[in-house]
């Protein structure tokens, strides 16, 4: 999670206190991702040695404000795509990669298993998207993240939450039918089944009877 950018595009809107920008990071983030105090203060105190924001003492209080080497660095965040490098360390895919090493049985048996997992976690995001498209609906176009903003907010992460279940769904398909193909086992006619994962139907066929 990019609390350090997440924090520069906060002061990059104005000055601010730390408790506010914990407040305003967890409302941007749609209430997803909860970030305690003591983590924004670690963060801004690194940001303050790395000369990206500075801190100002009133009555107490520190306020804090991003400078322009912080917005030079900001703007180079934004700027950032997807680069042809290693894929990062993703634990079902991990897993996955053990598992067959164990057999085709073991292999198989873990589909099934995240399979069913990740339907049922999947139906509850699709439940909970829609409550979160309804929060952004009834905001009317409102960009304040009191309101409408952070229903927006939530509506967006719970997209991404529902599209990300449903391309482990398919990849997880995508890795039984490699199984099976590859003759690490023979399928059978009680392995043959078709799965629907948010409109989109994947079949694993097996051996076909005979007619």
């Known amino acids: 999670?990019?609390?350090?950018?997440?924090?520069?595009?906060?002061?990059?809107?104005?000055?601010?206190?730390?408790?506010?920008?914990?407040?305003?990071?967890?409302?941007?983030?749609?209430g997803v991702w909860t970030i305690n105090v003591g983590q924004v203060y670690t963060t801004l105190e690194r940001l303050g040695r790395d000369g990206l924001v500075t801190l100002d003492e009133r009555d107490e209080q520190k306020l804090y404000s991003i400078t322009l080497a912080g917005v030079d660095e900001l703007g180079a965040w934004w700027e950032a795509v997807p680069t042809e490098e290693p894929p990062p360390r993703d634990e079902l895919m991990l897993k996955m990669l053990m598992a067959i090493e164990l057999g085709p049985d073991h292999g198989l048996g873990v589909i099934t298993k995240h399979r069913t997992a990740l339907t049922s976690l999947l139906q509850r995001r699709r439940r909970a998207a829609t409550g979160a498209a309804s929060a952004a609906s009834n905001g009317n176009g409102s960009s304040n993240r009191n309101g409408s903003g952070a229903g927006l907010a939530a509506a967006l992460v719970a997209d991404a939450l529902i599209v990300r279940a449903e391309a482990d769904l398919r990849w997880l398909d995508l890795c039984e039918a490699r199984l099976l193909a590859a003759g690490k086992r023979p399928a059978t006619n009680s392995e043959t089944h078709s799965n629907t994962h948010s409109g989109i139907r994947t079949a694993t066929t097996g051996q076909k009877a005979a007619t």
Request: aromatic share 10%.
């Open 1 to 30: 999670m990019a609390v350090r950018e997440g924090l520069l595009a906060l002061l990059r809107e104005g000055p601010r206190y730390g408790y506010q920008l914990k407040t305003e990071f967890e409302a941007a983030t749609g």
